[in-house]
C-alpha cells in the first residue's frame, strides 16, 4: 500500500511540475538551480536527474532551449571548485573578463539554505538574472534557494518585485502576486512572517503601479533575438498556414503539427508542435475577433525591425541594449494582452497603450513611458469589469480556476 502511495505521488508530482496557473510561458529563459543541503542524502546530480523531465517540459512551455551545460561545481564532484574557472571573473568596473556558460547552476553539496552569502554560485546566477539574461529561476523545489525567511527575502523577492521575474518550483509551487502571502508565511511560523507579508503587500502597490508603466509579467512572442530556436517567427505568415488549413469540428486548428513544422516550431523528434499551433490559433483568432489582430502583427513586426535597426547581433541587443529594454518593459502589457486583461490583483481590466501608434524611437529613450508626447502612452484602468470576456483577456490561474 505504502508502495502504490509513493508511486501515486511521485507521478502526481511529476504531473504538477509547472503549474497551469502560472500561465503563459512563452519565450522566457529560465536558470536550473540545483543545491544539496547540509544533512541530506543524495547528490544535486541525482537531483538533476529527477528533474530532467521537468526542465523538458519547461523547454516545451517556453519554446527555448535550456543549456545543459554545468555552471559553477563539477556535477561529478571530479575537480575541486575554481570561481575564476567555473563561475565569472570581473574587472574593476564590473565587466566580464571570464564567464562559465550554461543554464544549470549547480551549488554542490553540503550547501547550507541558511547561509546564502556562502554560495558563490547562487549569488552569481543572481547576478547575471539582474542584468536581464534569464526571466526566472526553476528549482525542484523552494527550499533550494533559502530555508529560512532572511535569505529569500534578501534574494528572491527583489527578483519577483522589482524586476517582475518568476521563481518556479518543479513540485508545483511558484511565486507570484497571489501565492507570496500563502508560501512565505509557510517557511516560518516566527514574528518574521507577519512583517514579511506586510512587505508583500507593499509589493503588490508596486507591481500595480507598474502596470501604468506598461508592464505586466506574462508570456511574450518570440522576438528577434530573443533566443528561442523560432525566434522571429512570422506570426502573420503562421495565421495565413493556419486560416488555410481550416478548422476540425471542435472548432480547433486543423492539421496543427503542419503549420508549427512550416513555422520551425519542432520537437527534438522533428515533428511539429501541436500544441504550439493550436494554441496560437485560438489565440490569434480571438483577437481577430477583438478587432486587434493587425495592430497586434503590426506591433511585432515593428518591433523586430527596431531591434535590427540598433546594429550588432539582434541577440546581444535583446539582453543588454538599454534602449531595447525600455521598449519590452513598456510593451510587455500590450503583446501579452492586447485586447485588455482582467486584473486579479485589483480586480480592474485594463487596456494597455496600443503599440502600433507609438515611435519605437521616441519610446527607447524615454525612462517613464508616459513622459511619451502629447500624453499618447496611457494605460487605462476600470473597476467595472466587461462582461463575457475572452479567454486572451484573462490571466492564466483565472482561466485555470474558470474565473470570469
Known amino acids: 500500500m505504502m508502495l502504490e502511495l509513493s508511486v501515486f505521488l511521485t507521478a502526481f508530482m511529476c504531473f504538477l511540475a509547472i503549474a497551469p496557473a502560472v500561465g503563459d510561458l512563452t519565450g522566457q529563459k529560465y536558470a536550473i538551480y540545483i543545491r544539496r543541503s547540509e544533512g541530506e542524502k543524495g547528490s544535486t546530480k541525482k537531483q538533476l536527474d529527477r528533474i530532467k523531465g521537468s526542465i523538458n517540459e519547461l523547454e516545451e512551455a517556453t519554446g527555448r532551449t535550456i543549456d545543459r551545460r554545468i555552471v559553477g561545481k563539477d556535477i561529478d564532484k571530479k575537480r575541486r571548485f575554481d570561481q575564476k574557472k567555473d563561475l565569472v571573473i570581473l574587472d574593476e568596473d564590473g565587466n566580464e573578463t571570464f564567464r562559465k556558460e550554461g543554464d544549470i547552476f549547480n551549488e554542490g553539496e553540503g550547501a547550507s539554505g541558511f547561509k546564502i552569502n556562502s554560495r558563490p554560485v547562487f549569488k552569481e546566477l543572481v547576478r547575471r538574472v539582474e542584468n536581464g539574461e534569464y526571466d526566472g529561476i526553476a528549482v525542484e523545489s523552494f527550499d533550494r534557494i533559502s530555508r529560512d525567511m532572511n535569505g529569500l527575502s534578501h534574494f528572491a523577492l527583489p527578483l519577483w518585485r522589482e524586476d517582475g521575474k518568476t521563481i518556479l518550483g518543479f513540485d508545483g509551487s511558484y511565486l507570484n502576486d497571489n501565492l507570496p502571502n500563502e508560501f512565505l508565511l509557510g517557511i516560518t511560523s516566527n514574528a518574521a512572517s ?14 500595480a503601479e507598474a502596470i501604468d508603466l506598461g508592464f505586466i509579467k506574462a508570456g511574450r512572442p518570440e522576438f528577434i533575438g530573443s533566443g528561442t530556436k523560432a525566434a522571429g517567427l512570422d506570426y502573420r505568415e503562421a495565421y495565413r498556414l493556419m486560416k488555410k488549413n481550416g478548422e476540425n469540428n471542435r472548432g480547433g486548428l486543423n492539421k496543427p503539427g503542419d503549420v508549427a513544422k512550416a513555422m520551425g516550431k519542432t520537437n527534438k523528434r522533428g515533428l511539429g508542435e501541436n500544441k504550439w499551433a493550436s494554441q496560437w490559433y485560438l489565440k490569434m483568432k480571438e483577437y481577430e475577433r477583438l478587432g486587434i ?13 527596431f531591434i535590427v535597426d540598433q546594429g550588432g547581433y539582434p541577440g546581444v541587443k535583446w539582453r543588454s541594449d538599454k534602449r531595447v529594454a525600455r521598449v519590452k518593459k513598456a510593451t510587455a502589457g500590450f503583446f501579452a494582452y492586447p485586447a485588455g486583461i482582467k486584473v486579479e490583483a485589483t480586480q480592474e481590466f485594463v487596456t494597455f497603450p496600443n503599440v502600433a501608434s507609438l515611435d519605437l524611437d521616441v519610446l527607447a529613450d524615454l525612462e517613464d513611458p508616459r513622459e511619451y508626447p502629447d500624453k499618447a502612452f496611457k494605460v487605462r484602468r476600470v473597476k467595472t469589469i466587461p462582461k463575457n470576456l475572452s479567454e486572451v483577456q484573462i490571466q492564466g490561474r483565472s482561466r485555470v480556476a474558470g474565473n470570469r
Open 293 to 305: 489582430l493587425e495592430a497586434w502583427l503590426t506591433a511585432y513586426e515593428r518591433f523586430n525591425q
Open 194 to 207: 507577519l512583517t514579511k507579508a506586510q512587505e508583500i503587500a507593499k509589493s503588490k502597490i508596486g507591481r
